[in-house]
């Protein structure tokens, strides 16, 4: 297999070459116009790269052919030691144009005909292998946007047209879902449904699997519905359920079998299909024109924990769903889907795109400071997982994200400190047989005890001093609704143990010294979790001590929940897009200074795991922070410094840069200097090993890091390696506290 690097509409994309007769496709959306567009572009010398080794890559290839028809090219290309120049063969004039230049060449596209959806097929071919790329060119007017955030705790989407005249209104998921699939106009009072959210935009993400759950063949497909043999996606409170159904981005950090379920990718796709499903649906009925046929793009916001592999694995596994006839045939709507595009954007990436736009406002209130060459420092809290990003800014309309990484705890860590204070003031120093009991109750309870908890934690400034409360004498025998009651009676006890501080002691610690705070200029606050002020109140204060100076610390509750769901849809860039979930970082783990584990942290397990250089696993350290620090320097002589007197052709260069930086990755790969035993990859604050256990070879040096569009190889003139995640105890840390209240579902 060859791999073709091109570049389309600010995406990079990589073309596998397969052998004649094999599958290998790439559809890409865009719209229809009577303009001639640049749908592609790629190197005039094209390097053919292989997974094979580097003695296997054409360094240099040629164009040797092109044949065009209405709405077909060929494009045959050979060795270049081989080739001439270029031979265009039309059979009639035709709208596809392919321009050849001395550095990049073009393909591109004058529709006769705007007002209808035109498919133009791109076969690449060499040697014994091709690859096909089909643009599905649709008219703007029937061009869909979907963006869904897939949330730990509540779940939302958007869906706008395509023309930036339309109006962009997050909708309604539970009430439409409900009315949709389940044939329910109205639910009369609140919280009836374990789905529901005081914020009608708010679809909680509560899944029960069905008893005696089986998954089918075409779970991944199906939609919404009651006969669903394995899991309920609407479903009462008032009705029995076998168990639910943990927080699935946590689970991809964990090899854990939770509740039976042992194909958690499988069913991530199936609840994410279903929502798009509703997507569909709901567009059938905004759609004027029946008889039209419209694409969809569907993007979709994944944490920064989520390693490279996975993302890889659920984008693609994705188009295939959306664009398989399984679905399309089971959407049941009224309208004709001519492709769907699949992508993915970082959670803190697009809460900071829609703070950007935000600061462009004339009557926004909160405006975040808009200073190009300056670096943010974007912290996202949610229920289940902190992450963050670090973005440069180039311009108003301009933006490079230099770094991401995250780790599990957050909200729901917070909830179950406040959960753990209550069990503590109500059972002294049987707490621990308490909170077990409570954590293995009956699903309503949970639900009823995991409401009184977020209550708990709105009204926490107004709570009351639970010292004089006498804790119970016995707690075998108390059934866990009368401890729903005990709650009630103490109300809110405003962390009476210091159970709540503790936890937003460890959460700010974590994520301050896992950031090179010496190179950030503004930090931007986004999450839900937020709102709990205490949070806010510590985590600035750790910010401000590290840095030793006051940093300019914005946050909008406003838009602290929905605001990552209009960042993709702004026209905004972000550096030139790929399915790369970050830059790798290569650290000599012997010249990074470590810090010894206090006795007592061992014994909480609150250490950070890094690296032993001997075993190539992770071992106990608590400080990493000289790792990131030395990539973001790694990143400053890349891309510029922060300079104020910065000129705009500069930043404009630094943009350029780091879009090259993405080519050179997915082209013949990051040459390392100095890879040794000692080296250790990182990639988004995760640990990557070769995949085949190979171990440095000082024989085989050079190498190289290379991306493929998917996933991370090392790569060296005798052979390719995989690149996978290594599973990393310091992100599973707060594991058990980010799954409250359904901790007990997790069974190693």
């Given amino acids: 297999m060859y791999n073709f690097f091109f570049t389309s509409l600010g995406k990079a994309y990589i073309a596998h070459l397969n052998n004649y007769g094999e599958s290998s496709h790439i559809d890409i959306l865009c719209v229809n116009s009577t303009s001639r567009s640049i749908l592609m572009e790629w190197d005039t010398a094209v390097y053919m790269s292989t997974i094979d080794s580097v003695r296997e890559d054409v360094k240099s290839a040629a164009l040797k052919e092109v044949s065009t028809s209405d709405n077909k090219v060929i494009l045959t290309f050979s060795d270049s030691k081989n080739a001439g120049g270029a031979q265009l063969n039309k059979e009639k004039e035709a709208p596809i144009d392919v321009v050849i230049g001395?550095?990049?060449?073009?393909?591109?596209?004058?529709?006769?005909?705007?007002?209808?959806?035109?498919?133009l097929d791109v076969v690449l071919k060499f040697k014994d292998y091709e690859s096909t790329i089909s643009f599905h060119c649709v008219p703007l007017e029937d061009l869909y946007n979907v963006v869904l955030d897939f949330g730990s705790e509540a779940s939302q989407m958007l869906i706008s047209k395509n023309n930036p005249d339309s109006a962009i209104v997050p909708e309604k998921v539970f009430a439409n879902t409900l009315s949709h699939f389940y044939n329910i106009q109205r639910v009369k009072g609140e919280r009836v449904y374990d789905q529901q959210d005081e914020d009608e935009k708010l679809f909680r993400s509560i899944f029960y699997l069905k008893k005696n759950a089986k998954m089918s063949d075409s779970f991944e497909y199906d939609r919404p519905s009651r006969d669903d043999s394995f899991f309920s996606f609407m479903s009462k409170r008032t009705e029995s359920h076998e168990g639910r159904i943990p927080n699935i981005k946590i689970a991809y950090l964990t090899g854990a079998i939770v509740n039976g379920v042992s194909d958690m990718q499988t069913l991530h796709r199936g609840i994410v299909s279903r929502f798009l499903h509703e997507a569909v649906y709901r567009i059938s009925e905004i759609h004027q024109n029946k008889n039209k046929k419209i694409g969809i793009n569907f993007t979709i916001l994944l944490p920064n924990v989520m390693p490279q592999n996975a993302v890889s694995s659920f984008l693609n596994n994705m188009r295939r769903v959306a664009n398989s006839p399984e679905f399309l045939e089971a959407n049941g709507s009224q309208v004709t889907i001519e492709s769907i595009n699949v992508n993915s954007c970082s959670e803190s990436d697009a809460s900071f795109l829609e703070c950007l736009h935000q600061a462009a406002l004339p009557d926004t209130q909160n405006k975040m400071k808009v200073m190009p060459g300056k670096r943010y420092l974007i912290i996202d809290i949610g229920k289940g997982t902190t992450d963050f990003s670090l973005v440069k800014l180039s311009s108003a309309t301009s933006a490079i994200s230099e770094y991401r990484a995250g780790f599990v705890g957050a909200g729901n860590a917070i909830s179950y400190a406040v959960f753990s204070d209550y069990m503590k003031t109500i059972a002294g120093s049987k707490d621990h047989s308490l909170k077990t009991?409570?954590?293995?109750?009956?699903?309503?309870?949970?639900?009823?005890?995991?409401?009184?908890?977020?209550?708990?934690?709105?009204?926490?400034?107004?709570?009351?001093?639970?010292?004089?409360?006498?804790?119970?004498?016995?707690?075998?025998?108390?059934?866990?609704?009368?401890v729903l009651d005990k709650i009630d009676e103490l109300g809110f006890i405003n962390d009476s143990q210091g159970k709540v501080a503790k936890m937003l002691t460890l959460i700010s610690e974590r994520i301050v010294n896992?950031?090179?705070?010496?190179?950030?200029?503004?930090?931007?606050?986004?999450?839900?979790?937020?709102?709990?002020?205490?949070?806010?109140?510590?985590l600035e204060s750790h910010l401000r001590k590290k840095v030793g100076r006051n940093v300019d610390v914005f946050y909008n509750?406003?838009?602290?929940?929905?605001?990552?769901?209009?960042?993709?849809?702004?026209k905004i860039s972000m550096s030139l897009e790929s399915q790369m979930v970050g830059f790798p970082l290569v650290v000599d783990i012997t010249k990074v200074k470590q810090t010894e584990t206090k006795e007592q942290d061992k014994s909480e397990g609150a250490a950070i795991p890094v690296i032993n250089a001997e075993t190539l696993k992770l071992e106990k350290i608590n400080s990493t922070k000289q790792i990131f620090a030395k990539g973001i320097k790694i990143l400053t002589e890349l891309f510029g410094d922060d300079n104020q007197t910065q000129s705009a052709n500069t930043l404009k260069s630094a943009s350029k840069n780091f879009d090259s930086e993405v080519k050179v990755y997915m082209t013949k790969g990051r040459e390392i200097k100095n890879l040794d035993g000692n080296s250790r990859i990182i990639i988004s604050g995760n640990l990557y090993s070769t995949e085949d256990q190979y171990r440095v070879n000082s024989a085989d040096a050079p190498y190289s890091l290379y991306f493929d569009g998917e996933d991370f190889y090392l790569k060296h003139e005798n052979g390719c390696h995989k690149l996978v995640m290594q599973v990393n105890r310091g992100s599973q840390e707060l594991l058990k506290e980010s799954l409250f209240p359904y901790s007990s579902i997790l069974n190693d």
């Avoid at 001395?102 to 498919?119: A, G, I, M, P, Y």
């Avoid at 995991?450 to 934690?457: F, G, L, R, V």
């Avoid at 400034?461 to 108390?478: Q, R, W």
């Avoid at 509750?557 to 702004?570: D, M, V």
Wanted: aromatic letters at 8%.
């Fill in 102 to 119: 001395k550095k990049n060449t073009q393909l591109t596209f004058k529709s006769e005909d705007h007002s209808v959806v035109c498919v």
């Fill in 437 to 482: 009991k409570m954590l293995k109750a009956e699903p309503a309870v949970l639900f009823e005890l995991e409401n009184k908890i977020e209550d708990a934690k709105k009204n926490w400034n107004e709570g009351k001093d639970a010292t004089n409360f006498e804790p119970l004498s016995k707690v075998d025998n108390i059934e866990p609704e009368a």
């Fill in 514 to 538: 896992q950031i090179p705070l010496d190179n950030v200029d503004y930090v931007v606050f986004s999450g839900r979790s937020f709102k709990f002020t205490k949070l806010k109140e510590q």
């Fill in 557 to 570: 509750s406003e838009t602290a929940k929905n605001g990552c769901l209009f960042g993709p849809l702004r």
